[in-house]
C-alpha cells in the first residue's frame, strides 16, 4: 500500500523561503514527483527525484531521501503567484501516480 | 499540438443520469490516465491505458464507471446513474511509456444535482 503525508496549509510571506514537507511509505520506489496546481486549474509539474539529495530548478528545489521516506520542495524568493496547492506524488505498484492530498500555500504581502 | 483536452469543462446532470467525458491526450502519449478530485483533496487514481489497453483500475472504483481507449488515442470515461456523491472534478493526464511526467487536462467539473 502507499501512504502520502503533507501539511494541510502553510502561509509563508513575499520574498522569503518556504519548505513543504512529504513523507511516503510505498511497496517499492520509483521516484517521487511534485506538482502545482492553482485554484480551479490542472496540476502542472514541478520536479522529479528518484536519487537522494537536492535537485534545483530555479527558485524551486526538491529534495529526496528515500532510506527515511522524505522529501521536501523549497520555494525560494516566494511571489505571489506562489500562492497554490503543491502536490506530492509517488508511483506505487501498479498504480502510476498516487497523489498526497496537496499542501495549500498562501503568500501574503 | 495544445496538450491535453478534455470536453466538456463543465457538466450538470440530475441523479440518476448517465454522463460521458471525453479526453484527447498528447498525441505521442501512449499512456492515458483518469483521476477524480474534491475540493481539498489531492487526484485520486481512477485507471489508466497503455494504447488501448486497460492496465490498471482502482479497487475504489464502483462499477458505475467504465472507461474505454478503443483506438489507443482518446478515451471516455462514463459514469451510470450517477449520485451526488460522483460530483467532482474528473482529470485526465497523459504521457509517454518511460516518461517521468505526466500532462494534466484543465479537466471536466461534474456537479450531480
Known amino acids: 500500500g502507499q501512504n502520502i503525508d503533507q501539511p494541510t496549509e502553510m502561509t509563508a510571506t513575499e520574498g522569503a523561503i518556504v519548505q513543504i514537507n512529504c513523507t511516503y511509505q510505498t511497496s517499492g520506489f520509483n521516484g517521487l514527483f511534485w506538482y502545482q496546481q492553482h485554484a480551479g486549474e490542472a496540476p502542472t509539474f514541478l520536479s522529479y527525484n528518484v536519487l537522494d539529495g537536492l535537485e534545483e530548478k530555479g527558485r524551486f528545489s526538491s529534495f529526496l531521501s528515500r532510506s527515511k521516506g522524505y522529501s521536501y520542495l523549497l520555494l525560494k524568493e516566494l511571489q505571489m503567484k506562489d500562492s497554490a496547492s503543491y502536490l506530492c506524488a509517488v508511483p506505487s505498484g501498479n498504480t502510476p501516480l498516487v497523489f498526497g492530498k496537496g499542501t495549500r500555500l498562501s503568500v501574503i504581502a | 499540438d495544445t496538450g491535453v483536452s478534455q470536453d466538456p469543462r463543465h457538466k450538470i446532470t440530475k441523479r440518476g443520469q448517465n454522463v460521458t467525458f471525453r479526453c484527447d491526450p498528447i498525441?505521442?502519449?501512449?499512456?492515458l490516465y483518469w483521476y477524480r478530485q474534491t475540493l481539498g483533496q489531492g487526484p485520486e487514481f481512477l485507471t489508466y491505458f497503455q494504447n488501448e489497453a486497460q492496465l490498471e483500475k482502482s479497487r475504489l472504483l464502483s462499477d458505475r464507471f467504465s472507461a474505454e481507449r478503443p483506438k489507443g488515442s482518446f478515451s471516455t470515461l462514463e459514469i451510470q446513474r450517477t449520485e451526488q456523491g460522483d460530483s467532482a472534478m474528473y482529470l485526465c493526464?497523459?504521457?509517454?511509456?518511460?516518461?517521468?511526467?505526466?500532462?494534466f487536462g484543465q479537466g471536466t467539473r461534474l456537479t450531480v444535482v
Open positions: 498525441s505521442e502519449h501512449n499512456r
Open positions: 493526464a497523459s504521457s509517454q511509456m518511460g516518461g517521468t511526467e505526466a500532462f
